[in-house]
């Protein structure tokens, strides 16, 4: 997938896990599934929830149940979106353990409809990076992530304002 992305070999982590790129993924894995693969993070969820996706091309089928498709499709987008969610999760943990410690508290701003809209997807992320923490033998740092409306416009903000 990232030999045939606009940027080969740049922001592979991206591509493993952002929402943007999982349709890609799905895609890649399966090549005849009824979506487009630039359709993003809604068509997988769609799948994943045994629905046909919004991006279907034979818009007369969205929402509709995809008995036709079968249940390993609805699967392989389950799989797709928790190995996602499993990755940021250990990225966050990564990052939260790396910082100067502020004490046993970090809290993580987090904007996307991936991440909000799709469902479990926060739990899995949250569930991930509680394991990672406790698996790095730091059980006792609390992270916890946080919705914030606008929140890269006010990380933006906050990094010009250093500046």
């Known amino acids: 997938m990232d030999r045939g992305s606009e940027h080969p070999g740049q922001q592979r982590f991206e591509k493993a896990v952002s ?4 349709g890609r993924l799905l895609k890649a894995a399966c090549p005849d ?8 993070s809604q068509a997988v969820v769609d799948l994943a929830q045994g629905r046909m996706p919004a991006s ?13 498709v079968g249940p390993d499709l609805a699967a392989l987008a389950r799989a ?4 996602s969610s499993r990755l940021v999760g250990a ?7 790396s910082i100067p410690a502020t004490g ?15 469902p479990g997807y926060v739990d899995d992320v949250t569930d ?5 923490l406790s698996g790095l033998g730091r059980p006792e740092l609390r992270s916890t992530v946080v919705r914030v409306a606008d929140a890269n416009l ?6 010009a304002q250093r500046t």
């Open 19 to 22: 929402g943007a790129y999982l």
């Open 128 to 132: 991930a990076l509680a394991a990672t």
């Open 154 to 159: 006010a990380g933006a903000a906050l990094g």
């Open 56 to 68: 279907r091309p034979d818009a007369a089928q969205r929402g509709t149940p995809m008995a036709e």
């Open 33 to 40: 599934a009824p979506m487009d693969a630039d359709a993003g």
């Open 80 to 83: 797709i979106l928790r190995r």
């Open 104 to 118: 046993n508290r970090c809290r993580v701003v987090a904007e996307g409809s991936l991440f909000w809209k799709a």
């Open 91 to 97: 990225s966050i943990a990564a990052l939260a353990t």
